[in-house]
């Protein structure tokens, strides 16, 4: 799931960075000074994901979520493991008749396909959960970077990530992420205010 997140995250900050890059059309004087004076920073996805309140607090409540999924999806899969086993045990003991041993596996066979259903519609309400998520972090991140360019007006930000060696001196992860922090307003308190 993480790596879904990473993905996202550096697809949406390379495209803030290319859209925030001077375009081709603009004066020639503009992009021949451009080189020379071409501000360029980097950020560190993974830092960005472990220590950003929001993407914590996301992934804790998607976590949750998924550990919720397979518990009860487990316990379903026992009921009907125990259910197959006790219609095996009274077929052997000659303790149903044809009819109900018929009955019965039928009522077996149709938990099996709830089961599956379940399975089906939980698996898809988790991922659109996830996308969800994916598309607000990028959001969020997207919109904070947009601001903070402003004042430092960086003509790239790129992720660490796909860079073979960057100086220390561009790294503005922290900067990014304590900005993110501090403008994120969690929906917990957000709501107590109201």
Do not use: H
Not at 52 to 79: C, V
Not at 112 to 123: F, I, S
Not at 127 to 156: C, G
Request: with cysteine.
């Amino acid at each position: 799931m993480k790596k879904v997140f990473f993905a996202l995250v550096a697809v949406a900050t390379m495209f803030t960075a290319c859209n925030n890059a001077p375009k081709a059309n603009d004066e020639k004087s503009a992009s021949t000074g451009a080189a020379s004076e071409l501000k360029i920073a980097y950020v560190e996805v993974d830092s960005i994901m472990t220590q950003y309140t929001f993407s914590k607090e996301y992934s804790e409540i998607l976590q949750k979520k998924a550990n919720n999924i397979q518990s009860t999806l487990a316990s379903k899969q026992q009921q009907l493991q125990a259910a197959a086993n006790k219609l095996q045990q009274d077929y052997q003991a000659n303790a149903l008749t044809q009819d109900q041993a018929q009955s019965r596996q039928a009522a077996i066979q149709k938990q099996g396909q709830d089961l599956e259903a379940l399975n089906q519609r939980l698996t898809t309400e988790f991922q659109a959960e996830t996308e969800k998520f994916n598309a607000a972090l990028q959001d969020s991140i997207q919109n904070y970077l947009k601001v903070y360019n402003k004042d430092k007006k960086y003509a790239v930000i790129l992720v660490k990530n796909t860079i073979l060696y960057a100086d220390a001196a561009y790294d503005i992860t922290n900067e990014i992420i304590a900005g993110l922090n501090k403008a994120y307003k969690p929906a917990k308190k957000t709501e107590e205010k109201k």
